[in-house]
Protein backbone atom coordinates (compact mmCIF):
# COMPACT_ATOMS: atom_id res chain seq x y z
CA UNK A 1 0.00 0.00 0.00
CA UNK A 2 1.45 3.25 -1.26
CA UNK A 3 2.31 5.87 2.20
CA UNK A 4 2.11 3.07 4.42
CA UNK A 5 5.57 3.01 6.68
CA UNK A 6 7.15 -0.02 6.35
CA UNK A 7 8.08 -0.44 9.84
CA UNK A 8 4.31 0.37 10.47
CA UNK A 9 3.95 -2.78 8.58
CA UNK A 10 6.55 -4.77 10.55
CA UNK A 11 5.14 -4.02 13.77
CA UNK A 12 1.48 -5.21 12.53
CA UNK A 13 3.14 -8.70 11.13
CA UNK A 14 4.50 -9.56 14.82
CA UNK A 15 1.55 -8.27 16.46
CA UNK A 16 -0.44 -10.66 14.40
CA UNK A 17 2.26 -13.48 14.96
CA UNK A 18 2.30 -13.17 18.88
CA UNK A 19 -0.68 -15.10 19.45
CA UNK A 20 0.80 -18.40 18.01
CA UNK A 21 4.25 -17.50 18.87
CA UNK A 22 2.42 -17.29 22.94
CA UNK A 23 1.03 -20.18 22.47
CA UNK A 24 3.66 -22.24 21.35
CA UNK A 25 5.61 -21.08 24.45
CA UNK A 26 3.12 -21.90 26.53
CA UNK A 27 2.84 -25.61 25.25
CA UNK A 28 6.99 -25.76 25.45
CA UNK A 29 6.54 -24.71 29.28
CA UNK A 30 3.76 -26.81 29.58
CA UNK A 31 5.81 -29.55 28.46
CA UNK A 32 9.05 -28.19 30.23
CA UNK A 33 6.58 -28.21 33.24
CA UNK A 34 5.66 -31.92 33.23
CA UNK A 35 9.00 -33.03 32.61
CA UNK A 36 10.23 -31.01 35.57
CA UNK A 37 7.53 -32.60 37.96
CA UNK A 38 8.24 -36.23 36.77
CA UNK A 39 12.02 -35.35 37.59
CA UNK A 40 11.33 -34.38 40.93
CA UNK A 41 9.47 -37.36 42.20
CA UNK A 42 12.33 -39.56 40.56
CA UNK A 43 14.79 -37.79 42.66
CA UNK A 44 11.86 -37.60 46.27
CA UNK A 45 13.41 -41.26 47.08
CA UNK A 46 16.81 -39.92 46.46
CA UNK A 47 16.25 -36.74 48.88
CA UNK A 48 14.71 -38.44 51.33
CA UNK A 49 17.37 -40.50 51.45
CA UNK A 50 19.93 -37.31 51.72
CA UNK A 51 18.03 -35.80 54.49
CA UNK A 52 18.03 -39.25 56.35
CA UNK A 53 21.52 -39.58 56.28
CA UNK A 54 22.49 -35.70 56.74
CA UNK A 55 20.48 -36.01 60.01
CA UNK A 56 22.39 -38.95 61.07
CA UNK A 57 25.41 -37.32 60.21
CA UNK A 58 24.71 -33.77 62.02
CA UNK A 59 23.72 -35.99 64.87
CA UNK A 60 26.98 -37.74 64.81
CA UNK A 61 29.08 -34.83 64.58
CA UNK A 62 27.46 -33.30 67.49
CA UNK A 63 26.17 -30.66 65.90
CA UNK A 64 22.67 -31.08 65.34
CA UNK A 65 20.10 -29.29 67.43
CA UNK A 66 18.70 -32.73 68.30
CA UNK A 67 21.99 -33.61 70.17
CA UNK A 68 21.77 -31.56 73.19
CA UNK A 69 24.82 -32.73 74.84
CA UNK A 70 26.85 -32.33 71.16
CA UNK A 71 28.47 -35.32 71.86
CA UNK A 72 29.96 -37.09 68.83
CA UNK A 73 29.72 -40.32 68.03
CA UNK A 74 33.13 -41.72 69.29
CA UNK A 75 32.39 -39.89 72.62
CA UNK A 76 29.22 -41.49 73.04
CA UNK A 77 30.69 -45.02 72.19
CA UNK A 78 33.13 -44.19 74.83
CA UNK A 79 30.92 -42.60 77.37
CA UNK A 80 29.21 -45.77 77.50
CA UNK A 81 32.28 -48.05 78.14
CA UNK A 82 33.51 -45.44 80.58
CA UNK A 83 30.35 -46.19 82.62
CA UNK A 84 31.88 -49.81 82.74
CA UNK A 85 35.37 -48.74 83.25
CA UNK A 86 34.18 -46.33 86.31
CA UNK A 87 32.20 -49.24 87.64
CA UNK A 88 34.98 -51.40 88.04
CA UNK A 89 37.06 -48.94 89.50
CA UNK A 90 35.16 -47.79 92.38
CA UNK A 91 35.08 -51.25 93.59
CA UNK A 92 39.05 -50.38 94.55
CA UNK A 93 38.58 -46.86 94.65
CA UNK A 94 36.22 -47.71 97.64
CA UNK A 95 38.92 -50.17 99.25
CA UNK A 96 41.68 -47.15 98.88
CA UNK A 97 39.68 -45.03 100.39
CA UNK A 98 38.33 -46.40 103.63
CA UNK A 99 34.81 -46.49 102.00
CA UNK A 100 34.96 -42.60 101.14
CA UNK A 101 34.60 -42.65 97.55
CA UNK A 102 33.57 -43.94 94.11
CA UNK A 103 33.10 -42.41 90.60
CA UNK A 104 30.73 -42.02 88.22
CA UNK A 105 30.54 -40.85 84.99
CA UNK A 106 29.42 -37.41 83.82
CA UNK A 107 28.05 -36.14 80.69
CA UNK A 108 28.39 -32.51 82.00
CA UNK A 109 30.33 -30.06 79.70
CA UNK A 110 33.82 -29.04 81.25
CA UNK A 111 34.63 -25.80 81.71
CA UNK A 112 35.99 -24.18 78.76
CA UNK A 113 34.99 -27.11 76.31
CA UNK A 114 31.39 -26.84 74.36
CA UNK A 115 30.96 -31.01 73.99
CA UNK A 116 30.89 -33.54 76.88
CA UNK A 117 30.06 -36.74 76.97
CA UNK A 118 33.78 -38.10 78.92
CA UNK A 119 33.57 -36.55 82.33
CA UNK A 120 34.03 -38.43 85.90
CA UNK A 121 32.72 -37.35 88.88
CA UNK A 122 33.88 -38.71 93.05
CA UNK A 123 31.00 -39.39 94.75
CA UNK A 124 32.41 -38.74 98.63
CA UNK A 125 30.18 -40.59 100.85
CA UNK A 126 31.18 -38.65 103.77
CA UNK A 127 29.55 -35.49 102.16
CA UNK A 128 27.02 -37.07 100.29
CA UNK A 129 28.12 -35.13 97.45
CA UNK A 130 29.73 -35.03 94.05
CA UNK A 131 32.70 -33.26 93.60
CA UNK A 132 34.71 -32.25 90.45
CA UNK A 133 37.81 -35.16 90.23
CA UNK A 134 40.07 -31.89 89.37
CA UNK A 135 39.38 -30.99 93.70
CA UNK A 136 40.65 -34.67 95.03
CA UNK A 137 44.14 -34.06 96.62
CA UNK A 138 47.24 -35.50 94.91
CA UNK A 139 47.08 -38.72 96.71
CA UNK A 140 43.18 -39.08 96.26
CA UNK A 141 43.75 -38.40 92.41
CA UNK A 142 46.81 -40.80 92.48
CA UNK A 143 44.26 -43.98 94.13
CA UNK A 144 41.43 -42.55 91.26
CA UNK A 145 44.39 -42.83 88.50
CA UNK A 146 45.05 -46.32 89.73
CA UNK A 147 41.80 -47.65 89.99
CA UNK A 148 40.99 -46.59 86.89
CA UNK A 149 43.59 -48.33 85.15
CA UNK A 150 42.60 -51.55 87.28
CA UNK A 151 39.45 -51.11 86.25
CA UNK A 152 40.15 -50.40 82.76
CA UNK A 153 42.04 -53.97 82.98
CA UNK A 154 38.79 -55.81 83.89
CA UNK A 155 36.64 -54.64 81.72
CA UNK A 156 39.11 -55.42 78.53
CA UNK A 157 40.05 -58.90 80.08
CA UNK A 158 35.96 -59.35 81.22
CA UNK A 159 35.09 -58.80 76.93
CA UNK A 160 34.27 -61.70 74.87
CA UNK A 161 37.54 -62.46 73.54
CA UNK A 162 39.04 -59.68 75.76
CA UNK A 163 42.59 -59.20 75.88
CA UNK A 164 44.21 -60.72 79.05
CA UNK A 165 46.02 -58.19 80.89
CA UNK A 166 48.31 -60.30 83.18
CA UNK A 167 50.91 -57.34 83.71
CA UNK A 168 50.80 -53.74 85.37
CA UNK A 169 53.55 -51.48 85.69
CA UNK A 170 52.79 -48.17 88.02
CA UNK A 171 55.82 -45.63 87.46
CA UNK A 172 55.98 -43.42 90.65
CA UNK A 173 52.92 -41.60 92.63
CA UNK A 174 53.11 -43.31 96.14
CA UNK A 175 54.53 -40.61 97.29
CA UNK A 176 51.76 -38.57 97.69
CA UNK A 177 49.87 -40.89 99.93
CA UNK A 178 50.12 -41.08 103.36
CA UNK A 179 50.80 -44.40 105.90
CA UNK A 180 46.84 -45.04 105.82
CA UNK A 181 46.55 -44.89 102.08
CA UNK A 182 49.32 -46.76 101.32
CA UNK A 183 48.65 -49.50 103.09
CA UNK A 184 45.32 -49.65 101.57
CA UNK A 185 46.60 -49.11 98.01
CA UNK A 186 49.16 -52.21 98.28
CA UNK A 187 46.51 -54.06 99.91
CA UNK A 188 44.48 -53.51 96.95
CA UNK A 189 47.31 -54.66 94.63
CA UNK A 190 48.21 -58.05 96.38
CA UNK A 191 44.75 -58.95 96.13
CA UNK A 192 45.59 -59.19 92.04
CA UNK A 193 47.10 -62.32 93.30
CA UNK A 194 44.15 -64.15 93.01
CA UNK A 195 43.87 -63.28 89.37
CA UNK A 196 47.21 -64.52 88.81
CA UNK A 197 48.72 -61.21 87.49
CA UNK A 198 51.95 -59.40 88.42
CA UNK A 199 52.66 -55.48 89.34
CA UNK A 200 55.68 -53.69 88.93
CA UNK A 201 55.78 -50.76 90.81
CA UNK A 202 58.66 -47.81 89.52
CA UNK A 203 59.07 -45.72 92.83
CA UNK A 204 61.88 -43.81 94.33
CA UNK A 205 59.41 -44.13 97.69
CA UNK A 206 62.06 -45.70 100.83
CA UNK A 207 58.51 -47.16 102.62
CA UNK A 208 57.95 -48.88 99.94
CA UNK A 209 61.56 -50.68 99.72
CA UNK A 210 61.03 -51.60 102.93
CA UNK A 211 57.38 -53.17 102.31
CA UNK A 212 58.20 -55.44 99.49
CA UNK A 213 61.10 -57.85 99.56
CA UNK A 214 61.10 -58.77 96.00
CA UNK A 215 63.03 -55.86 93.76
CA UNK A 216 65.48 -55.42 90.97
CA UNK A 217 67.32 -52.18 92.30
CA UNK A 218 69.05 -49.61 89.54
CA UNK A 219 72.43 -48.62 91.67
CA UNK A 220 74.56 -45.42 90.00
CA UNK A 221 78.46 -45.69 90.56
CA UNK A 222 81.33 -43.53 88.83
CA UNK A 223 81.38 -46.49 86.07
CA UNK A 224 77.40 -46.32 85.30
CA UNK A 225 74.42 -48.05 86.98
CA UNK A 226 74.26 -51.70 87.87
CA UNK A 227 71.29 -53.82 88.48
CA UNK A 228 71.13 -55.83 91.99
CA UNK A 229 68.37 -58.09 93.34
CA UNK A 230 66.86 -58.04 96.37
CA UNK A 231 65.01 -55.71 99.21
CA UNK A 232 68.48 -52.81 99.98
CA UNK A 233 66.43 -52.70 103.44
CA UNK A 234 64.28 -54.91 106.10
CA UNK A 235 60.77 -54.66 105.96
CA UNK A 236 57.42 -56.58 105.37
CA UNK A 237 57.61 -59.11 103.20
CA UNK A 238 54.16 -58.27 100.95
CA UNK A 239 54.75 -60.68 97.99
CA UNK A 240 52.12 -59.87 95.88
CA UNK A 241 53.71 -56.88 94.27
CA UNK A 242 56.85 -57.00 92.51
CA UNK A 243 58.64 -53.58 92.38
CA UNK A 244 61.35 -52.09 90.05
CA UNK A 245 63.01 -49.78 92.21
CA UNK A 246 64.93 -46.79 91.02
Known sequence: VEGVDEGWIFEVDVAQAAPAAA?????????LGAQAAAKAAELAPA?????????LADLSAGTSTENQLKMELETYVLAARLE????????????????????????????GRSRSGLGLMAVDAWTGTERDTATLSG?????????????LADVVTDEAGGTRLDTLFIDEGFGS?????????????????ERDRAVGIVSHV??????????????KGQSGSTVAQGPSGRGTARGAVTPVTT
Open 23 to 31: QKRGADLDR
Open 47 to 55: RAEYARIRR
Open 84 to 111: QVAAAASVRLQRMSSGRYTLVHSDARSA
Open 139 to 151: GETFSASLALALG
Open 177 to 193: LDEQTLDEVLDVLDALR
Open 206 to 219: ADLRQRIPAQLRVV
